[in-house]
Structure formats: structure tokens, C-alpha cells
């Protein structure tokens, strides 16, 4: 399912957060709570293969915009509470951000 074609409410906190240079993102990012913000960060999103966890229609903004501007589109498909939704091409957006970070 494509972005354009969700149907989430409005979400007024992300459940996916970008966090700043030398904070203690390795484990946020194992858990695929985050998305990277620095080159070092990245470099350990693309190294160790994340995969995002749940997301909501503020994380889904997110990721479609570094998608979208490498011209990839993501795919989604719903939980089972049809409240969040989950990333299925996670190799495109691995794609995005080696290209993001130039690396």
C-alpha cells in the first residue's frame, strides 16, 4: 500500500525520532525507533540492515520524504490494530539514505 493510499490519523508525537549528534542512538536504532540524522549514524543504519518498527502518519512523512527524494515510494502494509504501519521495501530506504549521506 502506498502512502497516498493510508488512511492513519493524524499522530501528534513520532514514534520514529531523528536524535542529534553524540547522543546514545545504537540501541534506538536496533529497535528501529530511529532514523539517522548524522553520516555516523547512517553509516551504522545501512551497516547493521535496520528495519523501522511500528510507524505513524508523522514517521511516515518522514521516511517518504528521504524516499521520495531519491525517487524511491515506499510500501506499507498495516498492523493488526490498523493504527500503525510497517515498512515492507526496507531496501529502497537503506538505498535513500546511503545516497542521502554519500556514502
Known amino acids: 500500500m502506498k502512502a ?3 488512511t492513519l490519523k ?3 508525537i513520532s514514534n520514529c525520532k531523528t536524535l542529534k549528534a553524540k547522543s546514545q ?3 534506538l ?3 528501529g525507533r530511529c ?4 553520516p555516523s549514524q547512517a553509516k551504522f543504519f545501512v551497516s547493521n540492515e535496520i528495519r523501522l518498527d511500528i510507524l ?3 514517521d511516515v512523512l518522514m521516511v517518504e520524504t528521504i524516499l521520495n527524494k531519491h525517487g ?3 510500501d506499507y502494509k498495516f498492523t493488526k490494530s490498523t493504527k500503525w504501519v510497517r515498512l515492507q521495501n526496507n531496501d ?3 538505498k535513500a539514505v546511503q545516497l542521502e549521506f554519500n556514502f
Open 72 to 74: 524511491y515510494e515506499g
Open 10 to 12: 493524524p499522530a501528534n
Open 92 to 94: 529502497d530506504l537503506i
Open 4 to 6: 497516498s493510499q493510508l
Open 56 to 58: 505513524n502518519s508523522r
Open 35 to 38: 532514523l539517522p540524522s548524522t
Open 29 to 31: 536504532m536496533k529497535l
Open 25 to 27: 542512538f545504537k540501541e
